[in-house]
């Protein structure tokens, strides 16, 4: 049974950093689409950003580019997101995604084959 696992999340203060960590299970890494959405109280969940295995390309959400970083460490299945310089409207559950097709499903329908339970983040101004 595939299985994600987030951690990490946590409250911060504006302009702080959290690293978010996404352990998988049951989930080959090759061809592999894997990254992140959010959703925020009374909004749309929102694709904040996926990395393509087939060739490490990473992508961005426009409002999180330049301040988030998404990596991996292979051989702990594990994806992590680095948040920097964050911002009261960063504040959401950030949920892990992995698919199996492409980044669209995780970055534009914020949804793939497989996600965990989310962890919250929350940013104080």
């Known amino acids: 049974e595939v299985q994600l696992v987030e951690s990490g999340g946590g409250l911060v203060q504006a302009g702080g950093s959290l690293r978010l960590s996404c352990a998988l299970s049951?989930?080959?890494?090759?061809?592999?689409?894997i990254g992140w959405f959010r959703q925020a109280p009374g909004k749309e969940r929102e694709g904040v950003s996926c990395i393509d295995f087939s060739d490490g390309r990473p992508y961005y959400a426009d409002s999180v580019k330049g301040r988030f970083t998404i990596s991996s460490d292979n051989a702990k299945n594990t994806v992590y997101l680095q948040m920097n310089s964050l911002k009261p409207e960063d504040t959401a559950v950030y949920y892990c995604?992995?698919?199996?097709?492409?980044?669209?499903?995780?970055?534009?329908?914020?949804?793939?084959?497989?996600w965990g339970q989310g962890t919250q983040v929350t940013v104080s101004s």
């Open positions: 995604a992995a698919d199996t097709y492409d980044c669209h499903s995780i970055m534009v329908a914020t949804t793939g084959d497989y």
């Open positions: 049951e989930f080959s890494f090759d061809d592999s689409y």
